[in-house]
């Protein structure tokens, strides 16, 4: 009979280990969960990335959007000729603050955001909040 004590004690010991084991693996499940998603640009591919931007004038320019928030406009010569934050709300809404050096006159920082999306002749473009639109090109970076 002391055996069969000894025996059921040790089950019970054993199974309440497992169980302090497994409670780490549920905390960095949810450390994982409460990560954010990624929002995806109107083309269906992560925001970060290289595009070619054609105003409706034609002058073009390069836009990375980099990981970190950040983006960098240069013209075709490679000269920088904007920077600032960056913010995908969704797929349909892109917006940016510019940085200081780069803001017109009477500009005070806030954030613009531009509507986006993708035609049915699979043009995709972005148009800002006066109506001016652009075609948008995702190119290798």
Do not use: H
């Not at 499940?29 to 990335?49: C, H, K, N, R, S």
């Not at 004038?57 to 010569?77: S, W």
């Not at 917006?95 to 050096?101: G, L």
């Not at 806030?110 to 995702?138: F, L």
């Amino acid at each position: 009979m002391k055996k069969l004590i000894l025996l059921a004690t040790a089950t019970v010991l054993a199974g309440c280990s497992q169980a302090a084991e497994k409670e780490p693996m549920a905390e960095a499940t949810e450390t994982t969960a409460a990560e954010p998603a990624m929002v995806m640009a109107a083309d269906g591919e992560p925001a970060p990335g290289m595009y070619r931007i054609t105003t409706g004038e034609g002058e073009v320019f390069t836009e990375e959007v980099k990981p970190d928030g950040t983006y960098v406009q240069t013209d075709a010569e490679g000269n920088v000729i904007e920077t600032g934050q960056w913010e995908q709300k969704s797929p349909e809404q892109y917006c940016t603050i510019v940085d200081e050096q780069y803001r017109e006159q009477g500009d005070a920082g806030e954030q613009k955001c531009n509507t986006e999306g993708i035609g049915e002749d699979g043009v995709w473009t972005s148009t800002n909040a006066e109506g001016q639109t652009a075609t948008v090109e995702r190119v290798e970076g």
